[in-house]
């Protein structure tokens, strides 16, 4: 007579939970470096938006606008920054001619991205005064 199983052994679903596990150990680490790497590109994005914004208000203005928060920014230069991962801001020299805008994540406090005004890409570390 042949025995028909209908069901899984303990070590079967053993051996189903560690392989699930040995999969994840590899996997989550890949997930979040690409999650940061993804994060990084929008903060360097949005501070080349921030900078194409500030040229926009000089050439009509006649000087660029700092703004202290994303909020600031966001009503100075009239965009629409998401908030998020990082706060915006951005800093004039005395006369209004040199800006520089940063992305300091929200989490560690850290400034991640800057830019300047005559940069062609964000860069990492901070602003050394209104470059």
Not at 76 to 103: M, Q
Request: with cysteine.
């Amino acid at each position: 007579m042949i025995k028909i199983r209908n069901s899984l052994t303990l070590l079967e679903i053993i051996i189903v939970v560690v392989v699930i596990g040995i999969v994840a150990t590899f996997a989550v680490p890949s997930y979040w470096g690409a999650r940061q790497k993804a994060t990084q590109r929008e903060a360097r994005t949005i501070l080349m938006l921030m900078q194409a914004a500030e040229k926009v208000r000089r050439f009509e203005q006649g000087a660029f606008v700092s703004c202290a928060s994303t909020a600031d920014c966001n009503t100075n230069l009239t965009l629409d920054i998401p908030t998020g991962s990082f706060n915006y801001s951005a800093v004039i020299n005395g006369d209004g001619s040199l800006f520089c805008a940063e992305a300091t994540a929200i989490v560690t406090g850290l400034t991640t991205q800057h830019i300047c005004t005559n940069d062609l890409s964000a860069s990492t570390g901070v602003c050394s005064g209104a470059c």
